[in-house]
């Protein structure tokens, strides 16, 4: 068949199928048609077609009105929402989060919402809505009848105006409208709301429906929910309001935005009273108390956020940013988001601590700032005159330092101005610096009178960290000046060199590879070469000196941060061993150069205090942790930080075998024996070392000072046996410190303040040395055992106990074993030109890899590190 008259020939198919289809329905339907026709009223309605006029009228009405619905109904109930759904209906709620006492010290919200179970309700709250928002809520079905016809007189009345008309909405309407539908004004929502309102009324009891309505309800200033909105407008429980009180949260889902404001009082007072007169009338109250909450004023409190403590702002940042990563943001990131997922999460944040440390860190930034004047605003905007407040609030900048407030220059003529707070208020401002000018948003301090003066941020920033070593539980961040001001976390998130504090895993190191404390080490010039693009490479100690100061122990080189002998040793333990030691605590992971013997490489805060905990824990290292456990908003806990499981120990019947113990959590990252030698080398920094300046403190402490190339970070890390911390300074673009930043003298004293401010938090006791470490007599200058002589408190005493592992402890010899070892140990020293080894210890001679040659500083510059 031809291409073109194949098209006919399926339209004739088509054709005549059809009417093959028609003709078999019309034979079908006979029957039925003819017993109609023989009908009575057939007939009379036929007849009546025919002849009358208003009776085809009538009925093209009738089924114009069963089309339009029949149209209506499959509009409105086209994809409506199941009221089934309310039976696991999870309203989004904030998270909440807890210290380490289990206080609540912090809330990730954007809305006020607080959850109530029915009988949480006070009666007379119940009431006084029940009188001003659905009379018959008990005995309706849904929908109000009797209401919903006066809606339906006042819409058409309304009808072509601006005013919108009475909703005539049960509760029951109100609960589909609030979670199953949207607030769009039209009739089609309204049918939609009848239609669901009589569904959930045959899902849900009355107590669920109003459980549901109170929890979820809408009343103003971000608040969802009774109780949300008794702490927004009145600063209570809903077990402390008064009864008017109760009156004026039930007149707010009318206009919570309007009755909530202070021009609008009078008009809020009166429609209190008339809730007031509705539970009158529905026999809620008697009159005689009626009377009484109307003569009370509305009571209601500033509006403000949620005061929690500022100096945790770094903290919570920083578990925010970790449960974000985990569970997502918003609802729609799944059922446990921060925003909607009513977490409920355990921090180690210790309140006590953490403000400790904020106030620390703040003193000691501002000690290093001073005599620097204004370092520049915190932000600056173009001035809208009327709209200055919204521009300042939208900023969030806030700060928390004695009574220093953030504000808006106006203005300024001459030396003064003009400043505006976030509250709105307005003051003279004084003390302007000549680079300040209008819009720029600003630190300020009381001046005396009205007056406010000009008060500096200081420009240098750093973080500090606090960590339990028993449980790598990390009990304080604070990440820099104030939270208020920025959110950048130096303490977790700033890659800085640590200098050298670093040494003491340097030191560590070659204590694995046969050193001891008392090893002698010499202190002179040492240089490798680095290629012939770089030539030789000549170390320094700090203040540039590279000739060095002879043979000197382990314990002294390490008290008085020498670079030349921690490069030495490195040198001979091997730089490949000391960069695995390195990255086995945790603190970076870098390459074999001895650079970063001296702190070259980059880390930061929190990974040195976690390194430090390994020390004072007898190298036993834990992972450290903000969370403690996260629970969902039903109490099911869906994380944890530790997770052992012990499968025996809710047995409900003991079984006659021994206890269940759990194994330790912790990691053994360095030899427990090494990690106590070197803590009792650091006590000796704090004692008589570039640390002294914690001497006064009496406790037993160990710890290190640190001071990069520049100098542009200074630090220090160390503690007790319960608490370690670790401290920097520095700008966040990098650059000089000046010449007399020592970690000594500005990173030193924020630890200090820490521990002078929680005294009665550190661990008085002595650092307790494993079974295998043993205590021996030395002299402290040449590192020989004597056997003479009582070791004192007096830090420059002439005999000190040393901690010797057992199998190189210094054994008692004769003076001519002594001399023989001594000139073997000469001519040794003489042919390496680097150590000498006396006490009768014998270092482990390193593998051809760990020879200078084998290890160059090539890439990094050597840290300078402060004396």
């Not at 970076?588 to 004072?616: C, E, H, I, R, W």
């Not at 113990?661 to 053994?668: D, E, F, I, P």
Request: proline share 5%; charged share 20%; aromatic share 8%.
């Amino acid at each position: 068949m031809p291409d073109s008259q194949e098209p006919e020939s399926i339209r004739l198919r088509i054709r005549r199928e059809a009417g093959g289809l028609l003709g078999r329905l019309r034979e079908a339907t006979a029957p039925l048609l003819a017993g109609l026709r023989d009908h009575r009223a057939w007939h009379w309605a036929s007849e009546r077609w025919a002849t009358s006029r208003w009776f085809r009228f009538g009925g093209y009405a009738l089924a114009g009105f069963v089309a339009l619905n029949l149209l209506l109904w499959i509009a409105v109930t086209r994809n409506l929402p199941s009221a089934d759904s309310l039976l696991t209906y999870q309203p989004p709620l904030p998270t909440m989060v807890r210290g380490v006492n289990g206080e609540i010290v912090y809330s990730y919200a954007r809305e006020r919402r607080v959850q109530l179970r029915f009988v949480d309700f006070p009666k007379p709250l119940i009431n006084a809505y029940l009188s001003a928002e659905d009379k018959t809520f008990w005995s309706h079905g849904g929908v109000d009848y009797t209401g919903l016809a006066g809606a339906v007189i006042d819409f058409a009345t309304k009808v072509g105006s601006d005013e919108r008309a009475k909703g005539g909405s049960t509760i029951t309407q109100q609960v589909a409208k609030n979670i199953l539908l949207t607030n769009e004004y039209s009739v089609v929502r309204k049918l939609k709301e009848m239609i669901l309102a009589r569904r959930i009324e045959s899902v849900l009891t009355k107590q669920q429906i109003l459980e549901l309505y109170l929890n979820e309800i809408p009343l103003g200033r971000q608040s969802f929910g009774v109780q949300a909105a008794a702490r927004a407008y009145f600063n209570k429980d809903v077990g402390e309001l008064q009864l008017h009180e109760d009156a004026f949260l039930a007149i707010l889902p009318k206009a919570p935005e309007k009755y909530g404001r202070a021009n609008f009082a009078p008009q809020a007072i009166e429609r209190r009273n008339w809730v007031l007169d509705q539970m009158v009338k529905n026999g809620a109250i008697d009159a005689a108390t009626a009377d009484q909450a109307k003569a009370q004023p509305l009571g209601i409190v500033a509006r403000r956020a949620e005061t929690y403590d500022p100096s945790t702002g770094y903290f919570v940042e920083e578990v925010r940013r970790r449960l974000i990563a985990e569970y997502g943001e918003k609802a729609e990131d799944g059922p446990n988001s921060i925003y909607a997922g009513g977490l409920w999460v355990r921090t180690s944040l210790d309140p006590q601590l953490q403000k400790a440390a904020q106030d620390a860190l703040q003193a000691g930034l501002m000690r290093y700032h001073a005599g620097r004047g204004w370092a520049g605003p915190i932000a600056h905007v173009d001035i809208d005159p009327d709209a200055w407040q919204g521009q300042l609030v939208t900023l969030n900048k806030s700060i928390s330092y004695k009574d220093w407030r953030v504000g808006l220059v106006l203005s300024r003529a001459g030396g003064q101005g003009t400043i505006g707070f976030a509250d709105g208020t307005t003051a003279p401002l004084i003390g302007l610096p000549d680079a300040m000018k209008s819009g720029d948003v600003i630190a300020a301090g009381p001046a005396g009178g009205k007056a406010w003066s000009v008060r500096a941020i200081p420009s240098v920033s750093g973080g500090m960290a606090v960590q339990d070593p028993r449980s790598g539980r990390v009990l304080a961040l604070q990440g820099g000046f104030d939270a208020g001001l920025d959110s950048f976390n130096r303490a977790t998130q700033a890659m800085r060199q640590p200098g050298s504090t670093i040494k003491p895993f340097v030191y560590g190191t070659g204590l694995d590879y046969g050193m001891t404390p008392a090893s002698e080490v010499l202190d002179g010039k040492f240089c490798v070469y680095q290629g012939a693009r770089f030539g030789q490479k000549c170390f320094v100690n700090f203040g540039g000196n590279s000739a060095g100061s002879g043979n000197h122990t382990l314990r002294w080189g390490l008290e008085q941060s020498r670079n030349l002998m921690t490069v030495r040793i490195a040198s001979e333990a091997g730089m490949d061993h000391v960069v695995k030691q390195i990255e086995r605590v945790g603190i970076g992971k870098y390459p074999p150069y001895l650079a970063f013997a001296l702190g070259a490489g980059d880390t930061t805060v929190l990974q040195m205090s976690n390194a430090y905990s390994a020390l004072a824990n007898n190298g036993i290292q834990y992972a450290a942790s903000t969370i403690d456990f996260v629970q969902d908003r039903n109490g099911k806990v869906i994380w944890r930080a530790d997770t052992r499981r012990c499968n025996t120990c809710n047995m409900a019947n003991w079984d006659g075998k021994p206890m269940p113990r759990l194994a330790s959590r912790g990691k053994q990252t360095i030899d427990p024996r090494t990690a106590y030698q070197v803590v009792h080398m650091l006590e000796g920094v704090i004692t008589r070392g570039t640390a002294v300046v914690l001497k006064d403190l009496n406790l037993p402490l160990f710890g290190k000072t640190g001071t990069t190339t520049g100098p542009t970070n200074v630090w220090f890390a160390g503690g007790s046996q319960n608490i370690v911390s670790a401290v920097y300074i520095g700008y966040d673009q990098p650059r000089s410190l000046g010449g007399y930043a020592q970690g000594g003298t500005f990173a030193a004293p924020i630890f200090k303040q820490l521990v002078q401010s929680t005294r009665n938090r550190w661990d008085t006791r002595p650092f307790v040395a494993p079974s295998d470490v043993h205590m021996v007599k030395i002299d402290r200058i040449s590192g020989r055992r004597v056997f003479d002589g009582t070791p004192s408190d007096d830090p420059k005493s002439s005999v000190i106990w040393e901690a010797f592992k057992a199998d190189a402890e210094a054994k008692r010899s004769t003076g001519l074993e002594d001399l023989a070892k001594q000139r073997d140990a000469l001519i040794a020293a003489m042919r390496r030109g680097s150590r000498v080894q006396t006490g009768g210890t014998a270092a482990a001679k390193p593998d051809a890899s760990a020879a200078p040659d084998a290890a160059p500083s090539i890439a990094p510059e050597a840290a300078v590190v402060t004396q």
